[in-house]
């Protein structure tokens, strides 16, 4: 069945960079677009990043804009997404997505704070 397991998430001082991944299984990966969302406290679950199947197309939501990057290993079954610049604005649960299915990862906590 559809996996999706997010890592490298953590506590960040802000202006500071942190990536995080998340590893795909269970279905043909490179055939699918990838987003990435998150939830801080108290919020809703919002949009971060997308990224078509062959990563021609990349979109992301104005408040990160700029800042991070969205990519992806087809020959790995991974989806990456590279924080920069971080804010204390910034800190959420970062959860993996894939459309089609309507699949979640677990979540990857990412604080940032001094």
């Known amino acids: 069945q559809v996996q999706l397991v997010e890592f490298g998430g953590g506590l960040v001082q802000p202006g500071g960079s942190l990536s995080v991944s998340c590893a795909a299984s269970g279905f043909t990966f490179s055939n699918y677009g990838m987003m990435w969302y998150r939830q801080a406290p108290g919020k809703e679950r919002e949009f971060v990043a997308a990224m078509t199947r062959t990563g021609g197309t990349t979109t992301y939501a104005d408040s990160v804009k700029g800042r991070f990057t969205i990519s992806r290993d087809n020959a790995k079954n991974t989806v990456l997404l590279q924080m920069n610049s971080l804010k204390p604005g910034d800190t959420a649960v970062y959860y993996c997505?894939?459309?089609?299915?309507?699949?979640w990862g677990q979540g990857t906590q990412v604080t940032v704070s001094s």
């Open positions: 997505h894939l459309p089609r299915f309507g699949s």
